[in-house]
Antibody, heavy 119, light 111 residues
Framework: EVQLVESGGGLVQPGGSLRLSCSASGFTFSSFAMHWVRQAPGKGLEYVSAISSNGGSTYYADSVRGRFTISRDNSKNTLYLQMSSLRAEDTAVYYC????????????WGQGTLVTVSS | QSALTQPASVSGSPGQSITISCTGTSSDVGGYNYVSWYQQHPGKAPKLMIYDVNKRPSGVSNRFSGSKSGNTASLTISGLQAEDEAVYYCSSYIRSSPYVIFGGGTKLTVL
């Protein structure tokens, strides 16, 4: 059974930093691209970032480029999102998501971790 | 990159069929057969319902179907059931960053 468990969320002041982690199990982690998707309270889904299976390629939404860094440790089956220069508008539930087998779709989602940026 | 365009809400009675549209451009929806649809119930993580325009993952009811014409994709739910009430999001691959974009979401109400 595929499981994705996010951690690291919490309350942080504007301008601060936070690192999210996602522990994966139930599949060959090193074979799949992984993604972060966020959802602000009461709002829709917003794509954040993606990383290829070997970590060699990364993608970012314009809203986070230059402030967030996605990475992975295939030896630990773990995905990361380093967030810096955080703003109030980054407040959201952050989901760790596995990419599908053949093309670009998001087939398994974690339960999400809440990040609140507030003074 | 602008979000894909979905109606804010749709509704239908049990047993009826509804269709949710998702309009993009030739750079996303119209350019690739990589449209997917997600269902989200309140307080829950999204769930994949359709991928590659019209493919259903294992375990998803065949009441859910997808299609595409030009720059517009559609999700059809037939034989509406109360448990179908949720928010539905479409998504498409785009070749340039950020790689994936979402629609704004459509709230389905089963009357």
């Amino acid at each position: 059974e595929v499981q994705l468990v996010e951690s690291g969320g919490g309350l942080v002041q504007p301008g601060g930093s936070l690192r999210l982690s996602c522990s994966a199990s139930g599949f060959t982690f090193s074979s799949f691209a992984m993604h972060w998707v966020r959802q602000a309270p009461g709002k829709g889904l917003e794509y954040v970032s993606a990383i290829s299976s070997n970590g060699g390629s990364t993608y970012y939404a314009d809203s986070v480029r230059g402030r967030f860094t996605i990475s992975r440790d295939n030896s630990k089956n773990t995905l990361y999102l380093q967030m810096s220069s955080l703003r109030a508008e980054d407040t959201a539930v952050y989901y760790c998501v596995k990419e599908g087998m053949t093309t670009v779709y998001l087939d398994y989602w974690g339960q999400g971790t809440l990040v609140t940026v507030s003074s | 990159q602008s979000a894909l365009t979905q109606p804010a809400s749709v509704s239908g009675s049990p047993g009826q069929s509804i269709t949710i549209s998702c309009t993009g451009t030739s750079s996303d929806v119209g350019g690739y057969n990589y449209v997917s649809w997600y269902q989200q119930h309140p307080g829950k993580a999204p769930k994949l319902m359709i991928y590659d325009v019209n493919k259903r993952p294992s375990g998803v009811s065949n009441r859910f179907s997808g299609s595409k014409s030009g720059n517009t994709a559609s999700l059809t739910i037939s034989g509406l059931q109360a448990e179908d009430e949720a928010v539905y999001y479409c998504s498409s691959y785009i070749r340039s960053s950020p790689y994936v974009i979402f629609g704004g979401g459509t709230k389905l109400t089963v009357l």
